[in-house]
T-cell receptor, first 114, second 117 residues
Framework: GAVVSQHPSWVICKSGTSVKIECRSLDFQATTMFWYRQFPKQSLMLMATSNEGSKATYEQGVEKDKFLINHASLTLSTLTVTSAHPEDSSFYIC??????????FGEGSRLTVL | AQTVTQSQPEMSVQEAETVTLSCTYDTSENNYYLFWYKQPPSRQMILVIRQEAYKQQNATENRFSVNFQKAAKSFSLKISDSQLGDTAMYFCAFMKLLGGATNKLIFGTGTLLAVQP
């Protein structure tokens, strides 16, 4: 199947700093990517839909200024957690749409904010 | 709004046995996709099986099959000949068909399946 790569897989940062997570579709172009957040033993919560060349669409309750999403090319979307705090510690997962009804997921990125 | 419900937080099955995971959903849409995803301890989301709502035939993938009951809005997953590697969290998910590229997946709360040796 298609490959979606996330980097870094694990990051630790100090409170107040910003962290960028990358999501790449390695062997296909993705006009649409999705970012999810997952707390331990819970389901995936959609944060935003990332559209190539346009602004992301955020889900209700997700702070746009805190979670900056950029989709500058057909193979790369980035999520930047700005001024991170311990409550932002979580597992972040991206997915990329290859065609209608078919998505592939990245390996996820574990963020720990000290 | 669409919702997906998984009423079994945890299940256990003996190796080589068969287990069925339940999923119900609520939607006013007529055309949509339903999915089962597996999330092992590595946390990589893996597609197990997909069903298009317009297809009456139940989808199958090797040891995995679904029982899709459109009128009842039920979409259960049957795992036959369970293997230790099937131990994972299983998520049922819904996606509507119309609406184009931005259609998003709506996940259930998950069922943690443990396969016992």
């Amino acid at each position: 199947g298609a490959v979606v790569s996330q980097h870094p897989s694990w990051v630790i940062c100090k409170s107040g700093t910003s962290v960028k997570i990358e999501c790449r579709s390695l062997d296909f172009q993705a006009t649409t990517m999705f970012w999810y957040r997952q707390f331990p033993k819970q389901s995936l919560m959609l944060m935003a839909t990332s559209n190539e060349g346009s602004k992301a669409t955020y889900e209700q309750g997700v702070e746009k200024d805190k979670f900056l999403i950029n989709h500058a090319s057909l193979t790369l979307s980035t999520l930047t957690v700005t001024s991170a705090h311990p409550e932002d510690s979580s597992f972040y997962i991206c997915s990329a749409r290859i065609r209608v009804g078919e998505l592939f997921f990245g390996e996820g990125s574990r963020l720990t904010v000290l | 709004a669409q919702t997906v419900t998984q009423s079994q937080p945890e299940m256990s099955v003996q190796e080589a046995e068969t287990v069925t995971l339940s999923c119900t959903y609520d939607t006013s849409e007529n055309n949509y996709y339903l999915f089962w995803y597996k999330q092992p301890p590595s946390r990589q989301m893996i597609l197990v099986i997909r069903q298009e709502a317009y297809k009456q035939q139940n989808a199958t993938e090797n040891r995995f099959s679904v029982n899709f009951q459109k009128a009842a809005k039920s979409f259960s997953l049957k795992i036959s000949d369970s293997q230790l590697g099937d131990t994972a969290m299983y998520f049922c998910a819904f996606m509507k068909l119309l609406g184009g590229a931005t259609n998003k997946l709506i996940f259930g709360t998950g069922t943690l399946l443990a396969v016992q040796p």
